[in-house]
């Protein structure tokens, strides 16, 4: 099993509350970290996710991320309550889709919607954690991307694919001009991954069609992606600034 030692550590992780955030969130609390769990409407599970590692001092902290007023909340929420913040995970996000066939007027009002919870708060939160860690002398991010920003998506979900394109540039970014102010930033672009957001296209489209798109035999899961994103957390990984990592099951090799 691997052991990470991340006691003392604060790490806001947005959409905490389900899927790859929750994996995550769960692995960084039994490492020792204190854990910002952000949730949008889940609050029973992120609570219940914080009260199983209660020796860390970990908090559930509601926030929609749509409106920009409560990322600002949020964040000073987070901050007020711990102090100091020494990681931001940048992993909520929708998968919408928006096909061509709607109206303009109905394609756009996803394509707004995504781009507001994709990349506006990932903006946003970038923005608020780089003052906050030029204060504190030190910072990491780790913007959660997608596979679709180098192979590109359906038609159905091109503001998806825009919006993580716009975080991996944004990221990059952060690497290039911030890195002499101890400031790093990764990216982790998943592939097709198990969570419930994805069993929708399962029972839809069958797992033996998402099975044939990747090199290994079995689907990516949450969990598989933790360990990863603890070691991004825990300094160990420091020189990989401004890198893009896949865990995608072999399904784009770049």
Not at 49 to 54: D, F, G, I
Not at 69 to 74: D, G, N, R
Not at 84 to 89: P, S
Not at 201 to 220: M, P, Q, S, V
Request: glycine share 10%; hydrophobic share 45%; aromatic share 8%.
């Amino acid at each position: 099993m691997i052991q990470l030692d991340l006691k003392g550590k604060t790490i806001l992780l947005t959409g905490a509350s389900d899927g790859i955030g929750k994996a995550v969130a769960a692995f960084l609390m039994k490492m020792g970290a204190r854990v910002a769990v952000h949730y949008h409407t889940n609050k029973i599970s992120a609570e219940t996710l914080v009260a199983a590692y209660p020796e860390t001092g970990s908090k559930a902290f509601k926030a929609d991320l749509s409106e920009e007023i409560e990322v600002y909340t949020l964040f000073e929420a987070v901050k007020a309550h711990f102090g100091k913040i020494d990681v931001i995970i940048l992993n909520a996000g929708v998968f919408l889709p928006h096909s061509v066939h709607k109206t303009t007027e109905d394609w756009y009002a996803i394509w707004k919607k995504t781009m507001d919870i994709n990349l506006n708060s990932v903006g946003l939160l970038t923005k608020l954690g780089i003052d906050h860690f030029i204060t504190n002398g030190e910072g990491r991010f780790i913007y959660i991307g997608s596979r679709a920003v180098f192979r590109g998506e359906t038609e159905e979900y091109m503001a998806y694919a825009a919006s993580k394109g716009g975080l991996v540039s944004l990221a990059r970014s952060v690497a290039r001009s911030f890195g002499k102010q101890h400031i790093k930033s990764f990216i982790v672009a998943p592939g097709f991954t198990r969570t419930q957001m994805a069993e929708d296209f399962i029972t839809a489209h069958g797992e033996k069609k998402i099975l044939d798109e990747i090199a290994l035999n079995e689907l990516t899961k949450p969990e598989d992606l933790a360990p990863l994103i603890g070691m991004l957390c825990s300094g160990l990984m420091d020189h990989a600034t401004g890198a893009t990592i896949d865990m995608n099951a072999g399904s784009h090799i770049r």
